[in-house]
């Protein structure tokens, strides 16, 4: 099983990017892909996440109306598009994936998780 997170990088407040996460190793159309995210000094916090059972997508508060969700299911991929970035959302970002396909952000539901990949925003 393996979750490759990627998209990463520097930007500038206000600029957009998007992370990808590529899935292997198990059936991607039966399982949620969560993404998450830790900043230096504090707890992971759920972002985002896609359920592929019935394409339910939810989203953190401080995130919503800024960042989308997406799945590509012919590619294993689950893109997460984020725009108007803030310095706030600086944080290395996980995917995950849960094989009850509950689209949930909390992370103890989650199987399997990804190395993750940096984004800075800088101000």
């Known amino acids: 099983v393996q979750l490759q997170a990627s998209g990463g990088g520097l930007v500038q407040t206000g600029g957009s990017l998007r992370l990808s996460c590529a899935a292997s190793g198990f059936t991607f159309d039966d399982y949620a892909i969560g993404w998450f995210r830790q900043a230096p000094g504090k707890e992971r916090e759920g972002v985002s996440c896609f359920s592929n059972g019935d394409g339910a997508t939810f989203y953190a508060d401080s995130v919503k109306g800024r960042f989308t969700i997406s799945s590509d299911n012919a590619k294993n991929t689950v893109y997460l598009q984020m725009n108007s970035l803030k310095p706030e959302d600086t944080a290395v970002y996980y995917c995950?994936?849960?094989?009850?396909?509950?689209?949930?952000?909390?992370?103890?539901?989650?199987?399997?998780w990804g190395q993750g990949t940096l984004v800075t925003v800088s101000s």
């Open positions: 995950a994936a849960d094989g009850g396909d509950l689209c949930t952000l909390s992370s103890r539901w989650y199987d399997y």
